[in-house]
C-alpha cells in the first residue's frame, strides 16, 4: 500500500479518507511571523487553530492539503502541534507562492528543483518533517519572469521525486493556460498535476482545455463572494464538468486559513470553522442539484489519494 506523507510523519492511505484539496493551516504574508513573532499571541492562536482544524475533524474532514510556502510565513513546527492536538492529517508543501524571494530570481530551475527535492526527500529545515506536494503561484500579473523559474523548478522536482505540484492560478484570467504550457515543456507528466483556484472562473470552456492536458483541477475558495464566483456558482461550474464526465478530475477545498490572533487582542468570537463550507452547505446543494453521493465521494475521497500517491484507483 503506498503511504503519503504528512506533517506527523506517512500514513497509509487507507487513512487519508475525505481530503480538502488546497487550505492553509496559518498564514503570514511577508512571514511576519518569523520576522516578528511579539506581534501574535501564540497560544490564543495555537487554540484557535486548533479548535478550527478539531471541528473540521468531527465534521467528517480527515485530511487537509496545506499549501503554504516559506513566502506565507510556512512553519510546519506549529502545524505538527495543531495537527496532533486536533488528529487531523495535514499534508505540508515545498514550493513558493507569489512573493517569490529574490535569492531565487537568478536561480537555476534545476538548483531550485533541489531546494524542492532537499523537503521531499529529507525534510523541511532541521524538523525531519516532509513535504507531501509541491506549491507554485501566479495570480493577474501572469507567470512572471521572476516566477517561471520556480515553475520550471517545480516541475524538475516532480519528474526526480514523483511528488505532485499544486498551483494557484488566476482563472478569470486564464494564467493556469501558461503554467500547463511550462510543464509541457518541462515534459513533466501531466497527471501528477493540479491546477488551483478553478472555480475562481465559470469559463467551463476553459477549464476542460486545462483538463484535456490531463491535469487535475482544485475546485476550491468555496464560499467564495464579492467580486468572484459565489457558492453557488461554483457549484454550477462544478456540476458542468461533472455532467461533462471529468468527475475523476476534480477535488475541492476552501483555500481557508484561519487567522492568527494578533498580541494583547481577545480571540475574535468562535465562528463555525471555514473548512466546513462544503460539508455544510455547499454539498448538500450538489447532492439536492442531482450530484450523486458517490461522484462527491470520488471528489473527496479518490481522486486526492490518486493525487497524493500517484496510483491509480
Ligand atoms: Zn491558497
Not at 192 to 207: E, M, N, P, Q
Not at 223 to 229: C, K, L, Q, T
Amino acid at each position: 500500500m503506498a503511504t503519503i506523507e504528512t506533517v506527523l510523519g506517512a500514513i497509509p492511505e487507507s487513512e487519508l479518507g475525505i481530503t480538502l484539496s488546497h487550505e492553509h493551516v496559518l498564514v503570514f504574508m511577508g512571514a511576519d511571523n518569523h520576522h516578528y513573532p511579539w506581534l501574535f499571541d501564540w497560544d490564543k492562536t495555537r487554540e484557535r487553530v486548533t479548535r478550527e482544524l478539531t471541528e473540521a475533524k468531527a465534521g467528517g474532514v480527515d485530511t487537509v492539503i496545506d499549501l503554504t510556502t516559506p513566502d506565507l510565513g510556512r512553519d510546519v513546527r506549529f502545524v505538527a502541534e495543531v495537527a496532533e492536538a486536533s488528529r487531523m492529517n495535514v499534508v505540508v508543501a515545498t514550493g513558493i507562492w507569489r512573493d517569490v524571494p529574490r535569492s531565487f530570481w537568478e536561480r537555476d530551475p534545476d538548483k531550485i528543483a533541489d531546494i524542492f527535492v532537499r523537503e521531499i526527500e529529507v525534510g523541511i529545515g532541521e524538523t525531519g518533517i516532509k513535504a507531501g506536494v509541491i506549491k507554485v503561484a501566479n495570480d493577474a500579473e501572469g507567470v512572471t519572469p521572476q516566477a517561471e523559474p520556480v515553475l520550471r523548478g517545480a516541475a524538475r522536482a516532480l519528474k526526480r521525486t514523483g511528488c505532485p505540484i499544486s498551483t494557484h492560478q488566476w482563472a478569470p484570467e486564464e494564467v493556469g493556460r501558461r503554467q500547463v504550457e511550462i510543464f509541457q515543456e518541462e515534459g513533466a507528466p501531466m497527471d501528477r498535476i493540479c491546477i488551483g483556484h478553478s472555480a475562481d472562473t465559470t469559463d467551463v470552456s476553459y477549464l476542460e482545455e486545462l483538463l484535456s492536458t490531463g491535469v487535475y483541477l482544485s475546485m476550491d475558495r468555496y464560499p467564495g463572494g464579492p467580486g468572484r464566483p459565489d457558492w453557488r456558482q461554483r457549484n454550477a461550474t462544478v456540476k458542468a464538468l461533472i455532467d461533462k464526465g471529468w468527475t475523476d478530475r476534480l477535488m475541492l477545498g476552501h483555500d481557508h486559513a484561519p487567522g492568527p490572533v494578533m498580541a494583547g487582542r481577545e480571540a475574535p468570537e468562535a465562528k463555525r470553522s471555514g473548512y466546513l463550507h462544503l460539508a455544510d452547505v455547499a454539498l448538500p446543494a450538489l447532492r439536492d442539484d442531482g450530484v450523486s453521493a458517490e461522484d462527491i465521494d470520488t471528489m473527496l475521497r479518490n481522486v486526492p489519494r490518486e493525487f497524493l500517491t500517484g496510483k491509480k484507483s
